[in-house]
């Protein structure tokens, strides 16, 4: 899963945005509610955390404006403003959560994993691939009941291929939601960590999960339709 932090006191930006990614989220980052809106606009998130008190557009300000663009991914706004006027000025301004600074860590994971389960159909916290297990909330991945080790970024790679488990996802789409801005789309990387999975994965257990469709992406899914890379 993708996310844009908006945050512009760099240490407290760069410690949430470490936190995250030791979590398997991969994290962008800006520092004013301007580049927030720019960033929102040519790249897909799945989420977005907005502090409120930001340079040149405030944090309401970003959060109408990406709503007033038909953007709809959820918005967990962060703030030290914690009156109720604010609270409803955030939750108005097409807010999806509005937490309180100091906050607790594992209260925003707890957050943020309640609003990436929403959309057209609640998301379930555990995926199930046919005996393939994802524990999405303990990022506990078991296959016929015993347990896989997984990277923070082969973790985020499967979550995002078993939440598309059936469809063909291509590479940019993975480019999209699993790596960061800095990605370099002519790098091997991708076909790299889906070999480091299928080892993982499916050497040893039948059926084989992860397949390859040629020219068009990756599919999750007990099927022998589609030939292996």
Not at 144 to 150: F, S, T, Y
Not at 183 to 197: A, H, K
Request: proline content about 5%.
């Amino acid at each position: 899963m993708r996310i844009l932090l908006v945050e512009d006191e760099p240490g407290a930006a760069q410690m949430l945005a470490k936190g995250l990614r030791e979590q398997s989220y991969a994290v962008d980052l800006a520092i004013d509610g301007e580049t927030a809106v720019y960033q929102a606009s040519v790249n897909d998130y799945d989420l977005v955390i907005l502090d409120v008190m930001l340079p040149i557009k405030g944090g309401f300000e970003v959060c109408r404006e990406l709503r007033a663009e038909g953007l709809t991914f959820p918005i967990l706004m962060l703030t030290a403003r914690d009156a109720p006027p604010d609270r409803v000025a955030g939750l108005d301004s097409g807010a999806d959560d509005y937490l309180v600074k100091p906050f607790n860590f594992h209260e925003l994971l707890a957050r943020l994993r309640a609003l990436l389960r929403r959309g057209p159909a609640l998301r379930p916290e555990t995926l199930k691939v046919a005996d393939l297990s994802i524990d999405t909330r303990a990022r506990q991945v078991s296959r016929g009941g015993r347990p896989i080790e997984l990277t923070a970024k082969e973790y985020a790679l499967l979550e995002y291929l078993a939440r598309r488990a059936g469809e063909v996802v291509s590479r940019a789409e993975i480019a999209e939601h699993v790596w960061e801005e800095d990605f370099d789309p002519f790098s091997n990387l991708i076909e790299v960590y889906v070999q480091r999975l299928r080892r993982k994965i499916d050497e040893g257990y039948t059926p084989k999960l992860i397949r390859t469709r040629r020219g068009e992406g990756y599919i999750l899914a007990p099927t022998k339709e589609d030939s292996d890379a």
